[in-house]
C-alpha cells in the first residue's frame, strides 16, 4: 500500500470526519492524508482552512496559539503569512475558497479534487454527508407548515447526487456517508428516498451517465456481515441496521446517526469489512466527565445591567424562588439548592480565550485514553468559551431546570410541571408543544443530541451546574462532539454552535478511519 491514503470530504462542515481521519494513527503513522475538502459555508470553511493548517506541522507554532487566543483576523493574516508554505497547502486543501457542489462552483470542484487526486498510485476515499434539513424529522415537519412545499422540488432531497459525481470521478476503494436517522424513514413521490440512495450509491457512475464507472457494495458499521447471494450481494435485514448509535461507542452523546461503508467490488476480492467495536466502558460517559473540569461562567444578561454583581443578585433572588417552589409542590429540595445563593461567586462571562492558571481543564475525564484525545496544555487555557446572555427571567427557569434534574435522578421538567410563577408568557404554553422546552444536560446522564439549534438558543442545552445558571458554551458543546480543545471555531458564536452542532464527532470517525485502514491494509 502506498505510504499515504488520500481523503476527499464533501460537504465538510469544520471538518469532523476529516479530523477523525487524519488523527487516525497506527504504529507511530498517520496514513490518511485529506487531499481535498469541499464547503460552501463561509465561517465554517475558515475553521476547515485553519485546522488544515495546523495540520502541516509537527510541532505546532506559538504563533498559531497566540491567534486563536486573540482570535484578531488581523492575527490570522500574519500567521498564514509568516508560514506561507503551510497556509498555502491548506488553502490548496480547502479549494482556495468556500464552494458549493451541484451550484456554480460544481465544475470548478471537480476540476480542483481530480487535480488533487492526480497521480496518486496508492489507496482514495471519499467521506463526508450531503445536508440533512430535507431528512431530518424536525426539517420534515417544518417543511409540511409552508404553503406548496412538496418534497419532489427540494432540491436537497438530492445533494446526495452531487456525492455520486465526486465518487464517479475519483472512484475510491471505499466511501463514507453520513446523515441523520430521518433520512431512513424520509419518502419522495410516495416512495423511502433511503432505498434509491442505496441503490444509486452501488453503481454511481451509472446514476452520471458513465457505463464504466466502479461499483460498490454498502456496509453497516455496526450490524453483522449478512451472507452473500448466488449474485455476491449482501442485504441488511433492516434499514435501522445502518444507524450508529454514537454513546454505544464511547463518544458522550447520544447522537444516532446513519453511516454507510461503501466499498470497491475489486477490494472485496481479498478482504471485507469488520464492525466497529462497542465501547467496553461499564458505563457511558456522563456530562460531568467531559465539562466538569472547565471553567464555570456566569450566564450574561439581557434588559438589565450585565455585572456579576446583577447576575449574583438574580441568582439569590432565584435560589429563595425556586426553593419556595420546591417546597410548595412536594419535592425534596436539593442540598445544593439551599446554599446556592450563599456560597455563589462573582464568574466571568468567559470569552474567546478563559485563561487557566495552574490547574488542568480535564480533570474530570475518566480515563487518560480521554485526557490526551482533548488536552492540549500550549493553549494555556480554553477557547470558544463565552457563555450567552439570558433574560432574567430564565435565570429562574434555568435554576428550577437544574435543581429538578439534581432531585428527580438527572430528568428535566416538562410543562407540566413547571410552577405557574415560571411559566414563558407564550400563548400556545399548555398546547403540548412546550412539553419538553427546557432540559438540562443532566451531570450524570450521557448529554444528549448536539444539533445546530443550540444556536438558536439554549433552552434544551442546560448546564447542570446550579451555580452557573446558563446554556453551554460553543466549548462544552464541542467537547460533547469530542472536538479537541486546540480546535479553534472561526466566525460569530452562532455560526460557531452552528458548525459544532452539524458536525460528525471527530472521535467517532476515527474509530471509523481504523475500519477504513484495516480493508485497506
Known amino acids: 500500500m502506498s505510504s499515504n491514503i488520500l481523503i476527499v470530504d464533501l460537504f465538510a462542515g469544520p471538518g469532523g470526519l476529516g479530523e477523525g481521519f487524519s488523527s487516525f494513527s497506527c504504529s507511530g503513522r498517520r496514513p490518511f492524508q485529506l487531499a481535498a475538502s469541499v464547503e460552501r459555508e463561509a465561517s465554517a470553511h475558515k475553521t476547515l482552512t485553519l485546522r488544515a493548517f495546523f495540520r502541516q506541522f509537527d510541532e505546532v507554532p506559538n504563533e498559531y496559539y497566540e491567534y486563536v487566543r486573540a482570535g484578531n483576523p488581523?492575527?490570522?493574516?500574519?500567521?498564514?503569512?509568516?508560514?506561507?508554505?503551510?497556509s498555502e497547502a491548506a488553502n490548496t486543501e480547502t479549494l482556495g475558497g468556500p464552494k458549493a457542489l451541484g451550484e456554480e462552483d460544481h465544475n470548478e470542484i471537480i476540476r480542483r479534487v481530480k487535480s488533487a487526486v492526480r497521480g496518486h498510485q496508492g489507496p482514495k476515499v471519499v467521506i463526508g454527508g450531503p445536508p440533512c434539513q430535507a431528512y431530518s424529522v424536525v426539517g420534515r415537519a417544518r417543511n409540511k407548515g409552508k404553503d406548496g412545499y412538496t418534497p419532489e422540488t427540494d432540491n436537497r432531497h438530492f445533494l446526495y447526487r452531487e456525492y455520486l459525481s465526486i465518487l464517479d470521478e475519483v472512484q475510491p476503494e471505499i466511501f463514507v456517508m453520513e446523515n441523520v436517522r430521518g433520512i431512513l424513514s424520509a419518502k419522495v413521490h410516495g416512495s423511502l428516498i433511503f432505498d434509491s440512495i442505496l441503490g444509486d450509491l452501488k453503481n454511481p457512475g451509472k446514476v452520471v451517465g458513465d457505463d464504466n464507472g466502479?461499483?460498490?457494495?454498502?456496509?453497516?458499521?455496526?450490524?453483522?456481515?449478512?451472507?452473500?447471494?448466488?449474485?455476491?450481494?449482501?442485504?441488511?435485514p433492516s434499514s435501522s441496521d445502518y444507524l450508529i448509535k454514537a454513546e454505544e461507542f464511547g463518544i458522550p452523546q447520544t447522537r444516532h446517526r446513519v453511516i454507510l461503508l461503501g466499498v470497491r467490488r475489486d477490494v472485496l476480492k481479498t478482504r471485507t469489512p469488520e464492525i466497529l467495536g462497542r465501547s467496553d466502558a461499564s458505563a457511558p460517559l456522563t456530562t460531568h466527565d467531559v465539562i466538569g473540569g472547565l471553567p464555570p461562567l456566569r450566564s450574561g444578561l439581557t434588559k438589565v445591567d450585565n455585572t456579576s454583581d446583577k447576575w449574583l443578585e438574580i441568582l439569590n433572588d432565584a435560589a429563595s424562588t425556586v426553593e419556595e417552589e420546591f417546597m410548595k409542590a412536594g419535592y425534596e429540595v436539593p442540598p445544593e439548592l439551599a446554599v446556592v445563593g450563599k456560597r455563589a461567586q462573582p464568574l466571568s462571562q468567559g470569552g474567546n480565550f478563559v485563561e487557566v492558571a495552574a490547574r488542568s481543564v480535564s480533570n474530570t475525564f475518566p480515563n487518560d485514553a480521554l485526557r490526551e484525545w482533548f488536552e492540549d496544555p500550549l493553549i494555556g487555557g480554553v477557547l470558544n468559551h463565552h457563555a450567552r446572555s439570558?433574560?432574567?427571567?430564565?435565570?429562574?427557569?434555568?435554576?428550577?431546570?437544574?435543581a429538578f434534574a439534581l432531585s428527580q435522578s438527572g430528568a428535566s421538567p416538562t410543562a407540566n410541571v413547571f410552577p405557574e410563577s415560571l411559566i414563558p408568557k407564550h400563548k400556545n404554553w399548555k398546547s403540548g408543544h412546550f412539553v419538553d422546552r427546557f432540559k438540562v444536560q443532566a451531570h450524570s446522564r450521557t448529554p444528549?443530541?448536539?444539533?445546530?439549534?443550540?444556536?438558536?438558543?439554549?433552552?434544551?442545552?442546560?448546564?447542570?451546574?446550579?451555580?452557573?445558571?446558563?446554556?453551554?458554551?460553543?466549548?462544552?458543546?464541542?467537547?460533547?462532539?469530542?472536538?479537541?480543545?486546540?480546535?479553534?471555531?472561526?466566525?460569530?458564536?452562532?455560526?460557531?454552535?452552528?458548525?459544532?452542532?452539524?458536525?460528525?464527532?471527530?472521535?467517532?470517525?476515527n474509530q471509523i478511519a481504523g475500519v477504513v485502514f484495516d480493508l485497506l491494509r
Request: glycine share 6%; net charge negative.
Open 448 to 509: 444528549s443530541t448536539v444539533t445546530s439549534h443550540i444556536a438558536k438558543d439554549g433552552h434544551y442545552f442546560i448546564h447542570y451546574d446550579l451555580g452557573q445558571c446558563r446554556s453551554l458554551t460553543v466549548r462544552e458543546a464541542a467537547r460533547i462532539q469530542t472536538f479537541p480543545d486546540n480546535y479553534y471555531f472561526e466566525g460569530n458564536r452562532t455560526e460557531q454552535y452552528v458548525q459544532v452542532g452539524n458536525a460528525v464527532p471527530p472521535l467517532l470517525a
Open 74 to 86: 488581523k492575527l490570522r493574516e500574519e500567521l498564514f503569512g509568516q508560514f506561507k508554505p503551510e
Open 390 to 402: 439570558h433574560m432574567p427571567a430564565d435565570i429562574y427557569r434555568y435554576l428550577f431546570c437544574s
Open 214 to 236: 466502479s461499483e460498490y457494495e454498502i456496509f453497516s458499521l455496526v450490524a453483522p456481515l449478512p451472507d452473500a447471494d448466488a449474485f455476491g450481494h449482501r442485504s441488511y
